[in-house]
């Protein structure tokens, strides 16, 4: 396996009793998969947004089939999506109301999802303030940490 660096990605989740929060960590690496499948990968990742502007620029690529440089436009349009695919997705959860909240590297999600709780543990990370914390309130309930697919102990 290969050392990758993550992008951590935090929002509080309402829906817990307990206040916590989920974690997303985005690998900041080449996506084949959006190189190749495009806007039906951009679907897959419930990603709307890019996953529309993606099929107009595509069906727009289509269009200009009779143009001479139109392969070369198409061919700079599926390396563009490989190298950004990332980029969006971050983007993409940041509408979705999560904060990007720090850099942490690993061999695999996992391990990058691990590290961002020992930073956390730590004091070397902090957590973006929420709801009456972020007003400068005292918060109702402590902060429960809770990781997206983690099993319930």
Known sequence: MSYKTYTAYVR???EVADN?????????????????FGPVWALFHQMWIVAGILAILYLFLLFLADFQGAGLLFLGMI??????????????????????????????????????????AAGDLS???????????????????????????
């Open 12 to 14: 509080p989740v309402t």
């Open 20 to 36: 916590g929060i989920d974690v997303v960590v985005v690998p900041d690496e080449f996506s084949f998969g959006a190189m190749i």
């Open 79 to 120: 390396l563009v999506s490989g190298f950004e695919a990332m980029t969006w997705k971050g983007w993409s959860l940041e509408k979705k109301g999560y904060i990007a909240t720090g850099i942490v590297g690993g061999d695999d999600e996992f391990t990058a999802l691990r590290r961002f709780y020992q930073l956390l």
């Open 127 to 153: 957590l973006p303030r929420f709801g009456a914390e972020a007003k400068g309130q005292a918060p109702h309930a402590p902060v429960a940490i809770k990781s997206a697919g983690s099993p319930e102990k």
